[in-house]
């Protein structure tokens, strides 16, 4: 139980362009979910909290309108990254928080590269 | 405010020797501390938590860790190093009980395990 996925697990894209980032609480409901960025030899920083049908809360620093959120179900919410640039090649990685709050669950993360 | 401070960012151990990961906290209250593990290209794998209780824990793959106080440490443990324990490995400290809230992470040790 308590699986994530995340989609894709690898991504290659064009300098200006947009990439989607899924991530889904398989076999539970996330009220919750967290977009965390690990850069290389670094650890990972929170980038924002979305919460299921409301507006998601970014760290400071963490430019909104490039890093959207979506968090439209209990199963899924979606990192989108707007005009891609090569300083945005990152991993980033989502974990999801169950109703109960009996846990936060990691999915295996995406790897971004921006040539 | 809450951190970690994980010392050696690389250790090497010899097949079948100790393994001792070094993790300090610092908490406004009290702490709630893991160790996950990370895999290259994947996401986290929680090893073991310390909420409350018994100051030794144990987790997966024989993997222990002490909660000292005193020492504002939870340094992670392993009588005896397998080459499968190759990987980077992230303490994390938050105020919920379960981790199911913002995780606040080390910047990780990478474990090289030598035949």
């Known amino acids: 139980g308590a699986v994530v996925s995340q989609h894709p697990s690898r991504v290659i894209c064009k300098s200006g362009t947009s990439v989607k980032i899924e991530c889904r609480s398989l076999d539970f409901q996330a009220t919750t979910m967290f977009w965390y960025r690990q850069f290389p030899k670094k650890s990972l920083m929170l980038m924002a909290t979305?919460?299921?049908?409301?507006?998601?809360?970014?760290e400071q620093g963490v430019e909104k309108d490039k890093f959207l959120i979506n968090h439209a179900s209990l199963t899924l919410s979606t990192l989108t990254v707007t005009s891609a640039h090569p300083e945005d090649s990152s991993f980033y990685i989502c974990?999801?928080?169950?109703?109960?709050?009996?846990?936060?669950?990691f999915g295996q993360g995406t790897r971004l590269t921006v040539v | 405010a809450q951190s970690v401070t994980q010392l050696g960012s690389h250790v090497s151990v010899s097949e079948g020797a100790l393994v001792l990961l070094r993790c300090n906290y610092s908490s406004s209250v009290p702490p709630y501390l893991f160790w996950y593990v990370q895999y290259p290209n994947q996401g986290l794998q929680l090893l073991l938590k310390?909420?409350?209780?018994?100051?030794l824990v144990k987790g997966i793959n024989g993997f222990e860790a002490e909660f000292k106080k005193s020492e504002t440490s939870f340094h992670l443990t392993k009588p005896s190093a397998h080459m499968s324990d190759a990987a980077e490995y992230f303490c994390a400290v938050t105020e919920h009980p379960t981790g199911a809230n913002n995780l606040f992470f080390g910047t990780g040790t990478r474990l090289t395990v030598i035949p």
């Open positions: 310390y909420t409350t209780g018994a100051t």
């Open positions: 974990s999801a928080r169950d109703i109960g709050g009996t846990g936060a669950f």
């Open positions: 979305s919460n299921e049908g409301s507006k998601a809360t970014y």
